[in-house]
């Protein structure tokens, strides 16, 4: 049970989130209910546009809340708990996460107060309780007033739970937030029963601030005090120069939710009434919840991307968001006909970058399709591996007899890539009872490439685009470039076959060698070009000058390629240069040749 909850990315945070979430779904429902008992539908219209206007806090907060759980990972990067629940260890790190307390508590205090001076006396005048500067509605205006006080204390709750979360405390997070939200949506319901009214509001927002308040102050009151009180005259974090840049995006982004979200009840309560703002806050409150509990996977891991971004570990980062998104997008809960593994490296660049990631990130991906093969053994399995898992001598075309041949006593980086995909399919043949296809792609192209990439191909294309001279090497190399319309085939014909576990090699018509290319550009695009020696490639799977393959299996299934390699080329060529680009200043393109 445990290893499955691991494969669904159910750790202890995500468990107390997924349980505080789930709480939410089903009391959310319940307070429902229990607000269309006890409010007539003219106060249901206030309850819910209440929630909505006091939500414009979010102009206060501007993101600050969530910037700080990133800040607060990185500097966690070199620092550690202690057994006195303080921190300790890089003291320009601890001084830098004081000066984020500092400045957290600084913000709040303006933002608590800009509040009160002027959301408390806008919401009296926008619900009508206030005219003339004489209180009509004292149902209204005074918890009204109660609700903006108690929320503008509750920014310093938050802001100080926000520090925990980036310091790495997010299950213990997520348990105070559970006991917020039981306690508080009680009290709602227990103030609705005993005739309470918007009184609830403030009821659970009271709550809030005293479960939050309470918590913190039993198990991180050192924490705070070590960090508050601590001396030292090394320089802390700049809001101007660190922070802000990052802030002002999350800021964008929350007050643009607002006015996508939030903005219906008060339009709706000035245009229609309360009794129409009260049916779309019901409405909005139900799919909030349903929100809430599928972006648990990825919130509770935000410390984690902190601490991998501060620590430059990008292919773990993508690797890690992307698992998260599946998990919370319920990959596992769905019934599929076919899944594609599409996950691996665009260029050669970012392979080198990836360095030995590739293992891990292949492996977790093609994991979690196993598993869910084991539970759903009808559904196709297509697997985009690479020609690379033969190894990295072509010094001829592959056939299929061809071994793969890999220098287990002398390994580099180069052969990593390839490595990780032969791994993965000596996986997919160990189960001969799944239905798994691996695709050994050679090299493809299309109109959609990234002609930013170092591949030849590409920097033929851009010396074309930007009117420049390309620098090549001599080497005499032959490549298979696979059109997107033979791969649609390819895999269409695969998924339409009977069921088997086996392997095939992508292939065209006919492969090009280098210099037909050359020439083929040349002649229809007019490419300049001149070969050189001096020349430094990016080279990310080894050097194959004949790089594709005579194994023709695939034309077991009812594959029959429509397209040379030339003749994809040419097409899909003229289609991107037909799209304007920015034009450098370099006279000069300077191309190396690689596997795709």
């Known amino acids: 049970m445990k290893r499955f909850a691991l494969r669904l990315g159910i750790d202890r945070a995500v468990f107390f989130t997924l349980l505080g979430r789930g709480w939410n779904v089903g009391a959310g429902l319940l307070t429902i209910a229990v607000i269309a008992r006890f409010l007539s539908p003219e106060l249901q219209g206030y309850y819910y546009t209440f929630n909505s206007v006091i939500a414009l806090q979010i102009f206060a907060e ?42 957290a508590y600084s913000w709040f205090g303006g933002a608590a107060l800009l509040m009160i001076a002027l959301l408390m006396p806008a919401g009296l005048y926008f619900f009508g309780a206030v005219k003339g500067g004489v209180i009509t509605l004292p149902n209204i205006a005074i918890p009204w007033s109660l609700l903006v006080v ?37 009290t709602v319901c227990i103030t609705l029963a005993l005739g309470g009214k918007l009184y609830a509001l ?68 000035k245009t229609h009434g309360s009794i129409a703002a009260g049916q779309m806050g019901m409405s909005l409150q139900i799919i909030g919840a349903m929100n809430g509990v599928a972006m648990v996977w990825i919130t509770t891991k935000a410390p984690t991307y902190g601490q991998l971004i501060a ?40 392979a080198i970058a990836m360095g030995n990631s590739i293992f891990d990130i292949t492996l977790r991906f093609d994991e979690m399709v196993l598993d869910y093969l084991q539970t759903h053994p009808n559904c196709r399995y297509l697997f985009l591996s690479s020609g690379a898992a033969y190894g990295s001598s ?79 090497s001599p080497d005499y190399i032959v490549r298979d470039f696979l059109h997107p ?16 576990n086996t392997a095939v090699d992508c292939y065209t018509k006919a492969p090009i060698d280098k210099p037909n290319l050359l020439a083929a550009m040349q002649e229809k695009f007019g490419l300049q070009y001149k070969t050189t020696k001096a020349i430094t490639s990016v080279n990310a799977t080894g050097c194959k000058p004949h790089y594709y393959s005579l194994n023709t299996n695939a034309a077991d299934f009812g594959y029959q390629p429509n397209l040379t390699s030339l003749e994809g080329i040419l097409d899909d060529a ?23």
């Open 150 to 186: 108690l929320t503008a204390f509750n920014l310093f709750i938050t802001a100080s739970a926000a520090l925990l979360e980036g310091c790495g405390k997010v299950a213990k997070i997520a348990v105070m937030r559970l006991w917020q939200s039981i306690l508080a949506m009680t």
């Open 62 to 103: 501007l993101g600050l809340n969530f910037a700080i759980v990133q800040f607060a990972s990185h500097e966690m990067a070199e620092l550690a708990w202690q057994p006195d629940a303080t921190v300790s260890g890089n003291p320009n790190a601890k001084r830098r996460l004081q000066s984020l307390l500092h400045f």
């Open 202 to 269: 403030v009821a659970s927002s009271l709550m809030m601030a005293l479960i939050g308040f309470g918590w913190l102050l039993v198990n991180h009151r050192k924490f705070f005090k070590d960090l508050i009180g601590h001396r030292t005259a090394l320089p802390g974090m700049s809001w101007r120069t660190e922070i802000w840049p990052f802030q002002w995006r999350i800021a964008i982004s929350w007050m643009s939710g607002y006015l996508i979200f939030q903005l219906f009840n008060p339009l709706l309560f």
């Open 574 to 596: 003229e289609k991107i240069l037909a799209t304007p680009a920015i034009v450098f200043d370099s006279k000069e393109v300077i191309s190396s040749w690689m596997g795709k």
């Open 394 to 472: 072509f010094n001829e075309p592959v056939n299929r007899d061809a071994p793969a041949i890999v220098a287990i006593n002398n390994l580099v980086p180069q052969d990593w890539y390839g490595v990780a995909k032969l791994h993965a399919e000596c996986r997919h043949r160990s189960y001969p009872e799944l239905p798994i296809i691996d695709i050994r792609v050679f090299n493809y192209f299309s109109r959609t490439q990234d002609i930013s990439a170092r591949f030849l191909i590409t920097d033929i294309l851009r010396a074309i685009r930007d009117k420049k001279v390309l620098k090549t």
């Open 485 to 500: 319309t033979d791969f649609y085939q390819l895999v269409s014909v695969l998924l339409s076959v009977p069921a088997t």
């Open 311 to 350: 620590s430059k570990q990008f292919a773990k980062l993508n690797a890690l968001f992307a698992r998260g998104l599946l998990q919370s997008s319920g990959f596992a809960n769905h019934e599929f006909d076919a899944i594609i593994n599409f996950v691996g490296v665009g260029n050669p660049a970012q």
